[in-house]
Every structure is written in C-alpha cells, then in structure tokens.
C-alpha cells in the first residue's frame, strides 16, 4: 500500500510539475551546489533497488570538485527519473558518470544501462509527453510517458539539454548537460576519481542494538525486506521464504519470535506454527500470523495451530512491533515467575493457550525428573 501510495504521489506531483513548466509558472532557485555531492545521494537512495533486482551499480565521480548554479529540486527529478529508467529497463548493470567540460561551461552527467535498445526512430520522440514504446517483447511495466518529457522541460529550463548518445552501440546511454555559469575558480582539486561498487549481492547494513532474533518467515520479497528493514532497527533479523526454510534456520539460531505469513510455498504458516507448537524445544516461541485473509474461519485456524497473534494484512508497522514488545514482555515475565515458582498453576500465569499448553509440559518434564531423582535416591524402582 506505501508503495503504491507513493508511486501514486509521484505521479501527481509530475503533473502538476508538468503542468507548470507548459504554463512556464514554474520558478528555479539556483544556488551554488557540489554536483558530485548531489548526484551520490540521490544515487544512495536507489542503491536498494538496483541491488534487490540483482544490478551491478557504480557511480563515478569527477576527479575535481564540480560546483555549479541549479535548482538542486529540480536537478534531484530529473536525475530520479533518469535512475528509476535506468533500473527498470535495466538486464543486469546500470553505470553513472559524472563530466565536467570546463572548456565549453557545462557539466554532463551519463547513465548507461544494458537494456533494450530503444529504436534510432524512436529516441527524439521518448522525450515527448505521453510518448511510449509499443515493445510486445517487454516484460518490464509501462509507464505514463511523463517522466522523460518533464525531464527534458526542466533541463531546457536551466538552458541545458537531454538526450540518447547515438554513438554508444554497447549500451543505452542517457546524456544531460547543464550550464555550469562559473569561472575557473570554482574547480578546485579533489583528487582521484571516486568509485562505489554494489555487487549482485546486497549486505546487510543494518546495526541492532538488541540481542533479540526475529525470524521472519515471508514467500513475497518486497514485503520481507520492508519488514526487515523495520524491525532490523530494533532487533536481529533471520528470514525465510517459507515453513520449511524456517525450520532450517531455527537449527542454526536461537530465535526469540517468529513472525510468519501464512500462505507459502512448500509449508505455510498454520502447518509452520503447529510444527514449532509441538516440539518441546520450540513450543515455547511466540508466533505472530500476517495474512490477508480476514474470514472468521482462517483466524480460527490459525489460533487454533498455537499463533500467540493474529494480524490483517495491510497490518500497521507500529501495531505489529507492539505485539512484538508484548509478547516478549510477557514471556519474560512467565520465565521469571515459573522460575521462582515451577509448580503454581498454569491457569494464573499463561497469557495465552499456547503458553498454558507449554507450561503443563514444562511441569510434567519437571516433576518426571524429580520423581526419578527421589526414587534413585531412595533406591525405590521409578514406576
């Protein structure tokens, strides 16, 4: 829903972008900006994305500091728009350079990208509003042909221009060059050329502060990233595509809670919850269930395999870390108190059925034990 809120957001907002720029009521604020700086950051926020489709991105910075007079606004979309293309059409890299042609007064920035040619015919006419590429070939989603032509309207608003490098038979290879409007003053020297390298792989950069492990069991990556990303500020983080994989990690790792999807591949969720309610040396897990499936009889059924939670998809972010909090809270408590008191009945302390449940077997292992211990003892036959 975030996604899809946003995507819908963006579009509005080229619109009215769009809408202004034929209006010419659009106003620029220039002000003097590190270029190399600029385009980084807007190149850090889609790193995430080129790693989750598994792209070799770089970037390459110019070898001395690049200042010039834009609107950073109107700069960061057009280069956003340039990245999004870039990694939407993208088969398996996407490469951004940054040039600076101190002889002639602009700065060029070129994203290359290995994906489809797009036809020598067609390359003017991409840049018009509405424009779109009729490919039957294409896997890729369409868009709404105003990314490219709101591109091109703001650049030409900073005098400068965009376009397909003809020349670049390899690859496709979008150019923009804009005014630098600066002296030599303003080149000062940075050094040798700065590369970032992001590999297939993506690494994990999260830092937690918690001993706690969440294992988070989820067949749909983009939502098992998101998740992960979330809670991976509190928590440490294992995930699984499904019941069977969870099962695998739960060998490897000491787990706290697990929180679960329930429609998967292989094993879901109920089948993944009863397997851990019945074994005596996970039983005592709390599993939260994520499901879109909101009938009366699928929530019986996931109660009924032992789940500590139940929750709706599309869940709240913070109600599910709330549950999370909850039941580990509480689970300390139930440690703590049949700690001191292993024999108090399990009705005045279980929070849940799966606790009560966890707690009679706690019990009956204690008291096997210690009837063993006395009958040995007493050199009496254990019955």
């Known amino acids: 829903m975030e996604r899809n809120t946003d995507r819908l957001l963006t579009l509005i907002n080229q619109l009215l972008d769009f809408r202004k720029t034929e209006s010419k009521v659009l ?57 999004t293309n870039g990694i939407k059409y993208s088969k398996s890299y996407m490469h951004i350079f940054i040039n600076h042609n101190p002889e002639h007064k602009y700065f060029e920035v070129r994203v290359n990208n290995d994906g489809e040619p797009i036809p020598i015919e067609f390359r003017d006419k991409i840049f018009e509003a509405f424009f779109q590429l009729n490919d039957k070939n294409s896997q890729n989603q369409s868009g709404s042909g105003i990314g490219l032509a709101l591109a091109s309207s703001l650049i030409q608003l900073h005098k400068g221009q965009i376009f397909i490098d003809n020349n670049q ?42 001993q706690t492990t969440i294992l988070i069991v989820e067949d749909n990556e983009e939502l098992l990233t998101f998740v992960s990303e979330k809670l991976g500020k509190s928590y440490e983080i294992v995930k699984a595509n499904n019941g ?12 706290s809670i697990i929180v679960s999807d329930i429609i998967m591949p292989i094993m879901d969720g109920v089948e993944l919850c009863k397997t851990i309610k019945s074994d005596i040396q996970t039983c005592h897990i709390p599993v939260i269930l994520l499901t879109a499936k909101t009938n009366l009889n699928s929530k019986i059924e996931g109660l009924k395999a032992g789940a500590d939670a139940y929750l709706e998809k599309p869940f709240s972010l913070s109600h599910l870390l709330v549950q999370i909090s909850n039941l580990l809270e509480n689970h300390e408590k139930l440690r703590k108190n049949f700690a001191g008191n292993p024999f108090i009945a399990t009705n005045t302390m279980a929070h849940t059925k799966a606790d009560e449940i966890f707690l009679n077997k706690l019990t009956d292992v204690v008291r096997q034990n210690i009837e063993e211990e006395i009958s040995v003892w007493m050199n009496w036959p254990v019955l």
Not at 30 to 55: C, M, P, W
Not at 69 to 82: A, P
Not at 182 to 200: H, L
């Open 169 to 210: 038979t390899e690859c496709t290879s979008f150019v923009v060059h804009v005014p630098t409007n600066m002296d030599k003053s303003g080149i000062n020297a940075r050094g040798s050329t700065q590369k970032e390298v992001f590999n297939k792989h993506p690494i994990n950069e999260s830092v937690h502060n918690s």
């Open 244 to 255: 069977a994989e969870a099962l695998e990690i739960m060998e490897k790792h000491k787990v």
């Open 27 to 83: 106003r620029l604020n220039f002000e003097q900006t590190d270029i190399g700086e600029l385009v980084h950051n807007i190149y850090i926020r889609f790193k995430s994305a080129a790693q989750q489709k598994g792209l070799n991105i770089t970037i390459e910075l110019p070898h001395e500091l690049l200042i010039a007079s834009v609107d950073k606004e109107v700069i960061t979309k057009v280069y956003s728009n340039l990245f």
